[in-house]
């Protein structure tokens, strides 16, 4: 895989960005039109754009703000939405989203964002980045909005894998602790272990062991757990952070994006419904905007992976240029404030010290 420098990335002091802009269902304008938001916003980040030069060139071409702050890194392969893990490991060297995880493996970039397939992602960013000490699976992190007064609450995993044990998820809550910590400046979060009941004699197995494993370093981590939550308490104000197992996670969040639109869709139907309706809509128009600004899932677009040696965020496939300046700007957070290394710190101090072990 050649690389071509076209757009010179000059200055030393701004953070490096690794952007997959193949992957995603809009295709490479919505990337890089969510690149160019995102240096409008911040004068100190920078761009490595992964992909099909002569596509690109053109594209970065049209935004003044992106001029030295992109550099194109050809790679001819696009990961797709159908290609299968196993196979983008073993044929996917010259793709897109392998040269983006690349560029943060080698020390180019501080962060790797992709739109595109979160299978082939999640494989890629284990086998170049490898699981820090003391970490079993990776999870991905996501921020939920909530009734919190930080106005979001962590919840993981959403997806990275299907399945976790009680030690995993005892380990998924250390990480979301880490994150709320550092990345909403909470200094004690609290936990809690999404169940289909509060009551401590509810669940599997794995959920009462791990409400136990999680209990038991309440003290030395520095949070309080609160016990099992319930699927209501995910937007709500009782937990900071909501440890679940990936199946579960994911069809939480998509079921809370997909609610968020059908409000939107009623809403405008009713305001339609009558011209006193329409008048109340004029009346309301800063309240509604307020409130759509609030529930929008673009805001909080990009699942961060956890517990790996590098940050790489999972944007929605279907982002546009918004959410994917709203995964950018996450990336650079998670890069000024040294989140992985802070978490990496986390872990290994948390953890008895034969399960750090390589």
């Known amino acids: 895989m050649t690389a071509q420098t076209d757009h010179n990335t000059a200055k030393p002091d701004r953070t490096v960005i690794s952007v997959d802009a193949m992957g995603g269902d809009e295709g490479p304008a919505a ?36 001029r030295g702050r992109c550099e194109v890194r050809h790679a001819a392969g696009v990961v797709t939405m159908d290609d299968k893990p196993s196979q983008v490991v073993r044929t996917g ?19 790797a964002v992709s739109c595109g397939n979160t ?44 399945r976790a044990d009680a030690d995993d998820l005892m380990r998924f809550a250390l990480m979301g602790i880490s994150y709320a910590r550092n990345g909403m400046d909470l200094s004690r979060p609290r936990v809690g272990l999404l169940n289909v009941g509060t009551e401590e004699h509810k669940g599997r197995s794995e959920l009462k ?13 520095e949070f309080d757990f609160v016990g099992f939550v319930e699927g209501g308490d995910i937007s709500g104000d ?18 809370g994006e ?24 004029l009346l309301a128009y800063t309240s509604l905007r307020r409130l759509r600004h609030k529930i929008d899932p673009r805001r909080v677009n990009g699942g961060v992976f956890l517990g790996l040696n590098g940050t790489v965020v999972k944007s929605h496939g279907s982002a546009d240029a918004t959410g994917i300046s709203a995964a950018i700007k996450l990336a650079a957070q998670l890069s000024d404030s040294r989140f992985n290394d802070k978490l990496a710190a986390r872990v290994a101090a948390t953890l008895p010290s034969e399960e750090t072990q390589t």
């Open 31 to 66: 990337v890089v039109a969510g690149c160019s938001l995102s240096a409008k916003l911040n004068n100190q980040i920078a761009f490595i754009l992964h992909g099909d030069q002569d596509q690109l060139t053109p594209l970065i071409d049209r935004y003044r703000e992106l």
């Open 93 to 111: 060297k010259d793709s897109s989203m392998w040269s983006a995880i690349e560029s943060v493996r080698d020390g180019e970039a501080a962060v």
């Open 119 to 162: 299978g082939a992602l999640m494989a890629l960013s284990m086998i170049r980045l490898r699981k820090l000490p003391g970490v079993n699976r990776p999870a991905i992190a996501v921020l939920y909005p909530s009734a919190n007064p930080q106005g979001f609450n962590v919840m993981l995993d959403v997806g990275a894998d299907i």
């Open 209 to 221: 062991e791990a409400y136990d494993l999680i209990k038991a370093h309440e003290g030395e981590a």
């Open 238 to 255: 009782k937990a900071d952070v909501i440890v679940t197992d990936g199946f579960t996670g994911n069809v939480a969040i998509k079921t």
């Open 258 to 281: 997909g609610t968020a639109r059908l409000i939107g869709i009623r809403l405008r139907e009713a305001f339609k419904y009558s011209p006193l309706s329409r008048l109340a809509s």
